[in-house]
C-alpha cells in the first residue's frame, strides 16, 4: 500500500466522484491484508474526504473480528488491528466504527450449515445497516427518524446494531421486554459496554393493524427502557414506520460505545498475547 498509495487514492477519486458522504472501509481483522491496511486506508479515505469536501470528515470503518476457533495468529491480530482502529475513533477520525464480531454471530445462529454461514454474518450487518441508511431518507406518518438523527448516530463513534421481533405485541410489557433482550441478547457483537452508550436509535416498523391497536404509552415504555440502559445524559432518537407485514419488529442502533475491553481482552486470551 505505501508503494501505491497515490494510486489507491486515484482509484478512490475515479470509483467515487466528488459527490459523497463519507468512505466506508471495510475489513477483516485476523488477516494480513485487512488488518495491515484498514489504518492507511482510513488516512487515504480522509484526505479525499477533505479534498471533495465531503459531507463528513470522519471515515467510517466496518470491521470483521475472527471466530475464536480460527486460531492464535489470526485472533492475535485482530486483537492488534481493533486496538488500533479503536484509537483512531478516540481522536476522532474513525466514526461510525462497526464491529462483525463472528464469534457472536455463531452464538445467535448455532445451526447454520457451512455455506451459509458467511453469507449471514455479511447480510445480518449490512441488512441492518441499509435499513437505517434508508428509513433516515423516509418520512412517517407516525414520528419520523430523520437524517440529522442519523447523522447524530454515524458520527458518534462505536456504534453496534440489533434488531427484535415483537411477537406478542399486544402485550404492554413484552414491547419493553423486546427492547431490553434485543441489546442483552441479539446484539451482532459481544464484549461491548452497552452502559457507555451515550446515543442511540430505534425504529419500529410494524403492520398497520398493529400500529392501529398498540397505545403510545407502550412504545414511550419501549424507548424509555433503552434510555435507562445507556449512559446517564443520552440521547435516543425515534422513528415508528407502516410496514407491509402484519407483525412488529424493533431495530436498534447504539452509539457513544467506549472502548471493547472485555472483547480486547477476550481477543488477547485467545491470540496468547503475554
Given at each position: ?10 482509484f ?6 466528488d ?18 491496511t484498514?489504518?492507511?486506508l ?9 479534498a471533495v ?9 466496518i470491521?470483521a ?8 495468529k ?7 488491528c481493533?486496538?488500533k ?7 476522532g ?18 445451526n ?5 454461514f ?12 441499509n435499513?437505517?441508511n434508508l428509513?433516515?431518507?423516509?418520512d ?7 437524517k ?10 462505536c456504534?453496534v ?40 436509535a ?25 434510555s ?9 432518537h ?10 412488529l419488529t ?9 472502548k471493547?475491553?472485555?472483547k ?11
Amino acid at each position: 500500500f505505501a508503494e501505491r498509495r497515490e494510486d489507491v487514492l486515484d482509484f478512490m477519486k475515479y470509483s467515487f466522484g466528488d459527490n459523497f458522504d463519507r468512505v466506508f472501509v471495510s475489513a477483516g481483522a485476523g488477516g494480513g491484508t485487512g488488518a495491515g491496511t484498514v489504518v492507511p486506508l482510513v488516512h487515504a479515505a480522509r484526505e479525499l474526504q477533505e479534498a471533495v469536501k465531503a459531507g463528513s470528515k470522519k471515515v467510517g470503518v466496518i470491521l470483521a473480528l475472527p471466530k475464536a476457533s480460527e486460531g492464535r495468529k489470526v485472533n492475535a491480530n485482530a486483537f492488534h488491528c481493533l486496538n488500533k482502529v479503536f484509537e483512531l475513533v478516540e481522536k476522532g477520525i474513525v466514526s461510525p466504527l462497526v464491529i462483525v464480531d463472528n464469534e457472536k454471530i455463531t452464538q445467535l445462529y448455532p445451526n447454520l450449515v457451512v455455506s451459509n454461514f458467511w453469507q449471514t454474518a455479511n447480510m445480518s450487518t449490512a441488512g441492518l445497516f441499509n435499513l437505517f441508511n434508508l428509513t433516515a431518507s423516509k418520512d412517517s406518518s407516525y414520528s419520523a427518524f430523520d437524517k440529522k438523527d442519523y447523522e447524530t448516530i454515524l458520527n458518534s463513534g462505536c456504534i453496534v446494531f440489533g434488531a427484535s421481533p415483537v411477537t406478542d405485541w399486544k402485550d404492554h410489557i413484552s414491547i419493553s421486554r423486546a427492547v431490553r433482550e434485543n441489546l442483552h441478547n441479539n446484539l451482532l457483537s459481544g464484549g461491548l459496554d452497552l452502559s457507555s452508550g451515550t446515543s442511540a436509535a430505534a425504529i419500529v416498523i410494524g403492520g398497520k393493524e398493529q400500529l392501529d391497536n398498540i397505545p403510545q404509552v407502550s412504545l414511550d415504555d419501549a424507548f424509555d427502557q433503552l434510555s435507562r440502559m445507556l449512559k446517564p445524559g443520552n440521547v435516543v432518537h425515534r422513528g415508528i414506520y407502516v410496514g407491509d407485514k402484519p407483525n412488529l419488529t424493533i431495530f436498534t442502533a447504539v452509539g457513544g460505545l467506549s472502548k471493547p475491553t472485555e472483547k480486547l481482552e477476550e481477543l488477547k486470551k485467545l491470540g496468547d498475547i503475554k
